[in-house]
Each structure stands twice: as structure tokens, then as C-alpha cells.
């Protein structure tokens, strides 16, 4: 029998006992992504039953809303990334519900409140979710729900790679690949509220004319295919655009070494993904001559403490609701998960960010 707890944990008789011996609260049954055991995430994964559980006195139960199916969700179904789940779980790893039910002792949260995980916990994936309250931290109301539901990944991802290794000013220049990611896009607009000029790197496919108009109306300064940069001198292509400090990189092989070349003296290049599954290679030239910096990040291991991640969720869902962070999403009925999941996965050809809708 699988629990309905986000952390999740086979049966999780703490939650599940004495409901009959002492009158409780109890959460309504729950609908969730379950899988077993890792694997192809359209094969492992099912749609279930999970029954009420009990709502001890500093829980809360949240009616999720609106969750999406990041990268790393399924790469943690699949089992390759880092971090593996104990199966069987429940999928998702970020979402935002409405208050349904608060605990006696639960005193700074009210039913009918909007919140999402202050910690990155599994479960995200069904329609009622149990926890301490402390796990959860309420937003603006009137914050669009698919925008709380995804500024804790991708969004606050590009905020700290901005913030955390170069410390940027008005004017200074930043460089990445990728530039079409959710990633890249709040990068793009990130940099232009703190007037900061982005250049950016997209691959060479039909169609990059209508993608570099897309990402000039976010605010880039410069967006130049692949090939394009395939040139002796490459600054020469910069104008009167400072040379970049930071570049940032989810792609390898040749893109990342585009980044690198771009990059000024003694410049920093972040890594946060490597979606073309080739290594990164740098001259050893441009180690000893450019004293150029190699740092990754994972925001997982960040560990931010509440107030750093509560002013940066604040920052991000406060510049979404001014129409000044904004990025393509498509909302899909929970019921129609599999078909979400399979357009997640790139069976339906290049996709918007599949977003659940419960």
C-alpha cells in the first residue's frame, strides 16, 4: 500500500495509525504518480489511489494546484540522476497547492492560503500532499498559478547563478548557451532589470531567425547561432558590448567551448547541465593566459538558508506577476499526465514546459 506523504515513504505508519483510536483530521484520498522501480519514465510510472492519512497538529494538507515535469523528475525516475528516491515514490519535486486543512497548532497558516515547498521534497505529483508545516511558505495570492508553480527550479536557478559567482554591475556583460531553456530565457531577463548585457547562443536549426526575434523581445543584446561564431575573431562580433565575466553553460562540447572563448580576462564559466552529453575542453592557453575560472552548480547542494530562498522566491514571483519575468509553459489536466509526460520527453518533437494542472 503506498502513502500519501511527499517525502514518501512505504505505508508511513506514523501518519496512517490510531485514526480510529483518536479522532483526527484527516486529509480527503489522494491521486498520485507512482513508480516502483527506475526505468523509462512512460513505462514505470502509474496513476493511483493513495488513501486519507491523518493530519497531526503542525501538519498541513495541501490541495496541489499545479505542478510541473522538470528534466530532473525524469531523470530521477529513470535513476540516473544523483540523487535516487527510494522507491516506491511519488514523482514531482515542485508545484504549489492552496491550504486545505491546517493542524491545531498550526498558527501563520490558514485554509485557502497559497503555498509552495520551502524545501525541495518529492511528492509534487498528486492531488493532496501531507506535511509539517514548516515545509511550506505562502506566496502572494494573486501570483499566476503556473508561475508559483515552477520559479523554484528554473527561475531561481538563473537568480543565484547571476548573484552567486561574479559579483555583476550595471553595464558588465554575461554570456551563456542554451539560451532557449527556461533557464536561459529568466537569465535573458534577469540581466536586462539589472542592466546587465546578455549574449547569447542558440543551436543552428530551421527556424533561429524567429528564435532570435523571440529573444531579443525578452531583452537579449546579441543572440548568434553556432555557426556564426565559428569565426577567427570572435570579439570582433561584440561591437561596443563589454566583454563578458560570467558565462554560463548547460550544453558541452563546442558550446561550452564558444563560452569560454568569449569570455574576458580572468572571466567565470558556470556549468549547470550538459544536454549535448560531450565533455567540456579548454586550451591550456586560455588557463594559463586568460586565468579563466571552471565552476559548476547544482542548485540542490546550494543550501540556501529560508531567508535567502524566501527573498529570492519573493524577487521572481513579484517580477512574474509585473508581466517582467515571463516564459512558455503549457498547462495539461492532470488526467491527461501520460501525454504530458511523453511531450516532457521529447516524443512529441520540441515541447513548452509541461506544466500539471490538478
Known sequence: ???????????????????????????????????DQHGPPDTVTRVTEI?????????ICVRMLAAPINPADINRIEGVYPVRPQVPTIGGWEGVGEVHIAGSAVKTLSP???????????????????????????????????YAATCSVNPLSALRMLED???????????????????????????????????????????????KEKLVKLGANMVFTESELDVKSI????????????????????AATLVIKLLKQGGTMVTYGGMSKKPITISTS??????????????????????????SIDYLLALARAGRLKYEMELVPFNDFHTALEKAMGKHGSRKKQVLKF
Open 286 to 311: 586560455t588557463f594559463i593566459f586568460k586565468d579563466v575560472s571552471l565552476r559548476g552548480f547544482w542548485l540542490q547542494e546550494k543550501n540556501l538558508d529560508q531567508a535567502q530562498y524566501r527573498y
Open 51 to 59: 488513501p486519507p492519512v491523518k493530519i497531526t497538529e503542525n501538519d
Open 165 to 211: 559567482f561574479v559579483a555583476l554591475k550595471p553595464g558588465d556583460t554575461i554570456v551563456q548557451n542554451g539560451a532557449t531553456s527556461i533557464v536561459g530565457q529568466c537569465v535573458i531577463q534577469l540581466a536586462r532589470v539589472r542592466g546587465i548585457h546578455s549574449i547569447n547562443i542558440i543551436r543552428d536549426k530551421p527556424g533561429s531567425d524567429e528564435v
Open 112 to 146: 485557502g492560503d497559497l503555498v509552495i515547498h520551502s524545501a525541495y521534497l518529492p511528492g509534487t505529483w498528486q492531488t493532496y500532499v501531507v506535511e509539517d508545516q514548516s515545509l511550506w511558505y505562502k506566496i502572494d495570492k494573486s501570483t499566476p498559478i503556473e
Open 235 to 254: 570579439k570582433s562580433l561584440l561591437d561596443d558590448i563589454p566583454e563578458p565575466r560570467l558565462g554560463l553553460n548547460c550544453i558541452g562540447g563546442n
Open 1 to 35: 500500500m503506498l502513502s500519501q506523504c511527499s517525502h514518501y515513504v512505504p505505508f508511513c505508519h506514523d501518519k496512517q495509525s490510531s485514526i480510529v483510536d483518536f479522532p483526527a483530521a484527516v486529509s480527503p484520498p489522494s491521486t498520485a504518480v507512482v513508480y
